[in-house]
């Protein structure tokens, strides 16, 4: 295939709606017998909705859920750690607030998926202690809060390009409170990959760049002078994320010379061209692209298309298919051995819970007689699956953990 068709191709996989489609390609193969890993029983979709639907309800009887995004982390234990954050400061602007906020989601994104089963953050303020992603969350907060993430000592709510250039695996493991009695591992990896996103937002400066120089919230400039004024299409925000952030991924997450990020290979999804066997989840973009919808709504933006997106092709969404049913190992000895990202039994699992999760997100709109404008998919997901899969996962493994296990990788965003 010639160079400049390939790059057309590769570049086709950098969208929410390449997810969507190779996804149920996949749903499609297996429903049909062709995995060696799992089996698909839709007979079981109507009690999976039943059961969101009640997970929804008991935390939202009104039916009032907000997006699932990083936000939702900074309240555990119900406590708005962001508002409170926000009070103490006189913004000039909605933008202003909308810029250093944008700033905040991205070091989320930065951060997360580094904790494991056996580490916690303590946070002095409240003597409460989180694990996994709400400390992980609160953690960067309270760094945030404290100017880590900022070159400026008279603007330390800011995140910029040179401070995340500069920030040392000790700064990092210091603001995580990381000790010999509360570890994580691949500090080191995470550090490098947040320095080489700071390196890299040169490369991206219509993004990023501000009269100061660069910042994840110069986004917000950018979108005020490019963004549709009839609202911003969720799926376009996430192909504008994925340019920087699958940049700063290594360099085998690539076809030719495009970086594909979260794209892995899998025998039998086949396409017809140079992109046969692969298989993309973009699922770190995608929850920054949810975490952002607050963000650029305080700045006086409208999103539309929110279901657009896909399903985060996250654990938990994953863990609520297995434990209802609708998917059943081929062999129950997988559930107990850690597997890696590029494994046949991963790609499966993730596409798998994209495309099912879509059908789950039907269902209980017509359960709770609700439209996509009323009740999009990030309420779906916040609300429901991603709680029903935890609460799942609480009830039937003493330690919580997913019903599959796939390692961390601190190379992975």
């Known amino acids: 295939m010639a160079s400049g068709n390939l790059t057309l191709a590769a570049r086709r996989l950098l969208s929410a709606s390449a997810v969507r489609d190779r996804a149920n390609r996949m749903l499609n193969n297996i429903v049909a017998g062709m995995s060696q890993h799992f089996a698909v029983d839709l007979v079981r979709l109507d009690s999976v909705c039943d059961y969101v639907v009640r997970v929804i309800r008991s935390s939202y009887a009104d039916l009032s859920v907000p997006p699932h995004a990083c936000w939702r982390h900074f309240e555990a234990g119900e406590i708005d750690r962001w508002g409170m954050l926000v009070a103490l400061r006189q913004w000039p602007s909605p933008q202003a607030l909308g810029a250093a906020a944008v700033d905040l989601a991205f070091i989320s994104v930065l951060m997360r998926g580094l904790a494991g089963p ?11 202690t989180f694990a996994r992603s709400d400390g992980e969350a609160i953690a960067g907060l309270l760094m945030f809060a404290g100017g880590a993430f900022s070159s400026s000592p008279y603007d330390p709510l800011r995140v910029d390009a040179r401070a ?7 700064e990092l493991a210091d603001g995580l409170q990381v000790s010999r009695s509360n570890q994580i ?10 320095n080489r996103f700071g390196q890299m937002m040169s490369e991206f400066p219509a993004l990023f760049a501000v009269d100061d120089g660069l910042r994840p919230g110069g986004l917000i400039a950018y979108l005020a002078q490019a963004a549709d004024p009839d609202g911003i299409e969720a799926p376009w925000l996430l192909e504008l994320l994925l340019g ?3 940049a700063v991924m290594p360099g085998q997450f690539a076809l030719g010379e495009v970086a594909l990020g979260d794209c892995w290979p899998h025998p039998r999804l086949i396409v017809g061209d140079a992109t046969d066997g692969l298989v993309p989840f973009h699922q770190t973009a995608q929850w920054l692209a949810y975490s952002l919808i607050e963000p650029l709504v305080w700045a006086g933006f409208d999103l539309v298309d929110l279901d657009g997106l896909t399903a985060p092709a996250d654990p938990w969404n994953g863990s609520l298919l297995l434990d209802m049913g609708l998917l059943r190992l081929r062999d129950p000895a997988a559930a107990a051995v850690a597997h890696q990202y590029g494994d046949e039994i991963v790609v499966e699992w993730r596409a798998l819970t994209i495309a099912l999760v879509d059908r789950i997100a039907d269902g209980v709109r017509r359960r709770l007689g609700r439209q996509l404008d009323t009740f999009p998919l990030a309420c779906v997901l916040e609300g429901g699956t991603a709680a029903a899969g935890r609460r799942l996962a609480r009830d039937k493994r003493r330690d919580g953990r997913p019903a599959l296990i796939v390692a961390s990788d601190p190379t992975i965003l």
């Open 244 to 246: 920087p952030l699958t």
């Open 118 to 128: 056996g580490w916690a953050y303590a946070e002095a303020a409240t003597g409460e």
């Open 164 to 170: 995340l250039a500069g920030l040392t695996p000790a």
């Open 185 to 194: 591992t691949g500090l080191e990896q995470r550090a490098a990959l947040i």
